[in-house]
T-cell receptor, first 115, second 116 residues
């Protein structure tokens, strides 16, 4: 079974600064996908960024980028130029390509962006 | 362009009552999922479906039943609600087939259920 660990329950960052959220996972599979989801106070789960394990290049999406270290099973999220609207809970998720697409989620990191 | 819609958004039940949560998606997705989210925890998979007429157990299926009679709908039932089922429930869907489209989930807005 896969596990996803987010070791930082809470983090804060000043507006316009950069913050990195950590995620590690455990799997014996070689073909899988990793995701970061954002959950603002509205409760809606929003996909932030995804990474295919077979791709060595780190995914980027505007101010969001990942540092994917496959050998270390690490998948961190970097948010640059933090904005007040980035305040949310962030979930790291693992999904196997061979297991009906089911996702395993970490327990989340609550990020607060301070003005 | 509704995406994934859950009904109801909030509900309070008494212990022993039954209810059904409805999830509807208009994206013609193959796969659908029900998760629960408890305070301080991530989402845990209750049941899922890989197509119309199919269902399967997830990580925490006890006390729940599901049905997928139509491709666009996925129902989650609680036959005899217990306080331990107080949670926020999320429905999600994914396109299915292969690769990332199978795994990228689109979520509903959640249902907050309280069992007293």
């Amino acid at each position: 079974a896969q596990t996803v660990t987010q070791s930082q329950p809470e983090m804060s960052v000043q507006e316009a600064e950069t913050v990195t959220l950590s995620c590690t996972y455990d799997t014996s599979e070689n073909n899988y996908y990793l995701f970061w989801y954002k959950q603002p106070p509205s409760r809606q789960m929003i996909l932030v960024i995804r990474q295919e394990a077979y791709k060595q290049q780190n995914a980027t999406e505007n101010r969001f980028s990942v540092n994917f270290q496959k050998a270390a099973k690490s998948f961190s999220l970097k948010i640059s130029d933090s904005q007040l609207g980035d305040t949310a809970m962030y979930f790291c998720a693992f999904a196997s390509n061979t297991n009906a697409g089911k996702s395993t989620f970490g327990d989340g990191t609550t990020l607060t962006v301070k003005p | 362009n509704a995406g994934v819609t859950q009904t109801p958004k909030f509900r309070v039940l008494k212990t022993g009552q039954s209810m059904t949560l409805l999830c509807a998606q208009d994206m013609n997705h193959e796969y659908m999922y029900w998760y629960r989210q408890d305070p301080g925890m991530g989402l845990r998979l209750i049941h899922y479906s890989v197509g119309e007429g199919t269902t399967a157990k997830g990580e925490v299926p006890d006390g729940y039943n599901v049905s997928r009679l139509k491709k666009q709908n996925f129902l989650l039932g609680l036959e005899s609600a217990a306080p331990s089922q107080t949670s926020v429930y999320f429905c999600a869907s994914s396109r299915g087939r292969t690769g990332w489209s199978r795994t990228e989930a689109f979520f509903g807005q959640g249902t907050r259920l309280t069992v007293v």
